[in-house]
């Protein structure tokens, strides 16, 4: 027979890493597919990630994922429900990195610098 409470501090032991809840965008790519998604990003942690897709996942496929701040990750899927995925990363991150500003420095290219800037008055 299992032991129920043993159960519960795995799950809860797995789950401890904290979460930063966002909204960001990525580009995700499942296993060797060339097509990209665009997802929405709602959490965010150094192991992991939940996205928004559509697209049925079987949980243990690779993909790569590639956000602001961070580059391009790998990790593969833990879970998908109801157009929601959890990712498992393959190597830890700074989530911190995912949240700093877009540049707006003499040095920024254009390209990479907010369209609006707030001044000061």
């Not at 032991?13 to 060339?34: E, N, P, T, V, Y």
């Not at 150094?46 to 949980?59: F, H, I, K, N, Y």
């Amino acid at each position: 027979m299992r032991d129920d409470a043993a159960a519960v501090d795995i799950a809860t032991s797995k789950r401890a890493r904290k979460r930063d809840s966002l909204f960001l965008s990525a580009r995700l790519r499942i296993g060797s597919s060339d097509v990209v998604h665009e997802v929405r990003v709602r959490n965010l942690s150094s192991g992991g990630l939940m996205a928004e897709l559509e697209q049925v996942v079987e949980p243990g496929t690779p993909v790569a994922l590639e956000m602001r701040g961070l580059g391009e990750m790998t990790g593969s899927v833990a879970w998908w429900t109801e157009g929601r995925l959890g990712i498992a990363l393959d190597h830890p991150i700074d989530p911190a990195r995912a949240r700093k500003p877009v540049g707006v420095g003499k040095t920024t290219p254009a390209f990479a610098k907010p369209l609006m800037v707030r001044t000061r008055r």
